[in-house]
């Protein structure tokens, strides 16, 4: 039986790999390098994220407590307005009796009359109230959109980063930079437009 030959592959895969890494080593470092800046990048946009959409909520729940204060405001409105037409029903009677009603009932549906104004008043200003606070949460909704949007690409960039530095894939990486960019533009345009912190 004849020996076999033995070949040192050790040593041809190390050389194999050392030319690998000189030749390729610049990305992966550029691809590493990248990469982590998109993961801070996602890292911050999750958390502008998160702080719109909770600033949003506690403007939504300010907004329900408003209109419930509206809607109280508006039944003491009415008991006002029946109130008063209690009071104007006794003074007809006592018009068709023919005799002159009481000052006291005057004065009193005048009294309710006036109460009635200042109640709708205050009940219009917590309706406006609860409509700016709604308004200023649903366009924090939409920047949280933006923010969320901007996580995705962010994601989405990374995982080509990965992808690319196994596969040492330059248009791989290529294609993470640019879903990282377009993660960028989204994340500076919610920060950016009218309310977006």
Do not use: C
């Amino acid at each position: 039986m004849p020996e076999e030959i033995e070949v040192d592959t050790d040593r041809l895969r190390e050389t194999i790999d050392e030319e690998i890494e000189r030749k390729e080593g610049p990305l992966l470092r550029w691809i590493s390098l990248t990469t982590a800046l998109l993961a801070a990048l996602a890292a911050i946009a999750s958390l502008r994220a998160g702080s719109t959409v909770n600033e949003a909520l506690v403007l939504k729940t300010e907004a329900t407590r408003l209109q419930a204060q509206a809607s109280d405001q508006w039944a003491y409105y009415q008991a006002k307005g029946i109130k008063a037409a209690v009071t104007q029903d006794a003074i007809n009677a006592w018009t068709v009796a023919g005799k002159a009603a009481p000052a006291a009932l005057a004065t009193q549906a005048a009294r309710y009359a006036a109460q009635q104004d200042t109640i709708r008043d205050s009940a219009a200003v917590l309706e406006h109230r609860r409509d700016e606070q709604s308004h200023e949460a649903d366009e924090l909704l939409e920047h949280h959109e933006r923010y969320a949007a901007a996580v995705a690409l962010f994601q989405i960039s990374i995982a080509l980063g990965a992808i690319a530095a196994l596969t040492r894939n330059k248009p791989v990486w290529l294609g993470s930079l640019a879903a990282g960019a377009a993660g960028v533009a989204l994340m500076v345009l919610a920060s950016w437009a009218p309310g977006g912190g």
